[in-house]
């Protein structure tokens, strides 16, 4: 009989519950919905890290591995890729899960090595069927959708931030604790600390709505409109184009982009941003875009859901009004 239950892995940091985790959950759930499975998930850090598998059974885990090890307080590559690998030899999953997160990029291939498994990377869309795993990845900076199938007994998915909205689905969530694969102080890579970017209040992998400025803000001082459009909304992160973290106005972390970040949160806002091919590589996936740009031919308008033509300077305080009175009456 074809495997059933549907493996996610939980990413977590500092001993906090990334989103990701959430997201892969949820993808798995939406899976095992339709196989008839389980979703089994696998929760990795510190001594008490178990304490996050409520949230992850809240979003539809119905098992919860634990692997509670000190040598698991930073992110451990071998220890935990060598963990999950030996949980997918022995779990019979028709699917496993992961966030193509700086994490996940570096977790699921070694995984996928470990196991001789196929793996999707940086992928929008999934459905499985029968015996395939259907899936879609933005390519060539995002030009073409392409379109996989992968074939065999477990498929490895490493799914784009923000492509799965995490969902509430309560599931018993009963914990399994399980010893690391090997012994984490034998690992030849050693993460000693995770440095978060200067000034961010959301890492824009987890933020619903991301307010990115470009080379149309004119000098890095006006950022402050795009920061309290952000604060504004009390979920929003701020990105940047290359023009401008080129220019030093921000940190490179912000670049989103062929060559900076991918996201897709469920609002984009552009802000003096031309649309160039190499920025909507980053982005251009988001669920809605609005555009704010003077030049009615800016190419980002081609893939914008809504488009302002105006002075940036001008729209941005008026908009930062509009949704702070529109929170006061939510
Ligand atoms: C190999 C390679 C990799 C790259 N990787 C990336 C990447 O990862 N991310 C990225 O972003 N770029 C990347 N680039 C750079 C990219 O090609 C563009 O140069 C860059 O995205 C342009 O940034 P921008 O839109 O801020 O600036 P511009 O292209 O200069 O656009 C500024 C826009 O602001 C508008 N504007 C001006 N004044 C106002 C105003 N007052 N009000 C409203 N609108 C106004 C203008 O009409 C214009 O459309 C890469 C390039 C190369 C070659």
Redesign the pocket.
């Known amino acids: 009989m074809a495997n059933t239950n549907v493996f996610a892995f939980a990413e977590s940091r500092g001993g906090e519950l990334r989103r990701a985790a959430l997201e892969a959950v949820t993808a798995a759930r939406g899976v095992a919905d339709s196989t008839g499975g389980q979703v089994h998930a696998m929760l990795a850090g510190a001594p008490g890290i178990g304490g996050l598998a409520a949230k992850l059974a809240a979003c539809g885990a119905d098992v919860v591995i634990v692997v509670e090890s000190a040598g698991l307080a930073n992110y451990n590559p071998e220890a935990v890729a060598a963990t999950v690998a030996a949980r997918l030899s022995s779990g019979a999953y028709r699917a496993a899960f992961f966030v193509a997160s700086a994490q996940g990029r570096d977790l699921a291939p070694r995984v996928a090595a470990k196991c001789q498994l196929p793996i999707a990377s940086d992928i929008t869309e999934f459905t499985v069927s029968g015996d395939a795993v259907a899936v879609k990845h933005p390519g060539y900076t995002g030009k073409v959708i392409q379109s996989f199938t992968l074939r065999a007994a477990t498929a490895i998915i490493s799914l784009r931030p923000g492509a799965v909205l995490p969902k509430d689905n309560a599931k018993a969530g009963t914990v399994e604790a399980v010893a690391p694969a090997i012994d984490p102080s034998s690992a030849r890579v050693v993460v000693t600390a995770t440095v978060q970017s200067e000034g961010a209040k959301l890492d824009l992998g987890e933020a619903p709505v991301i307010i990115s400025g ?3 803000l ?1 000098e890095a001082a006006n950022f402050k409109l795009v920061e309290d459009l952000a604060a504004a909304f009390g979920n929003a992160a701020v990105g940047a ?4 973290t080129d220019e030093g106005w921000r940190p490179h972390s912000d ?6 970040r991918l996201v897709s949160p469920q609002l984009y806002i552009a802000c ?3 649309g ?1 091919i ?2 909507l590589a ?1 982005m251009r996936t988001s669920k809605t875009i609005v555009a ?4 009615k031919e ?1 190419p980002i308008f081609k893939i914008a859901d809504y488009g302002i033509v105006g ?3 001008e729209i941005l305080p008026v908009l930062t009004a509009a949704v702070k009175e529109a929170k006061k009456g939510a």
């Open positions: 470009g080379r149309g004119k184009t290359r023009a401008v670049q989103i982009g062929q060559t900076g003096g941003i031309s160039a190499q920025h980053g704010i740009n003077r030049d800016a002075d940036v300077l």
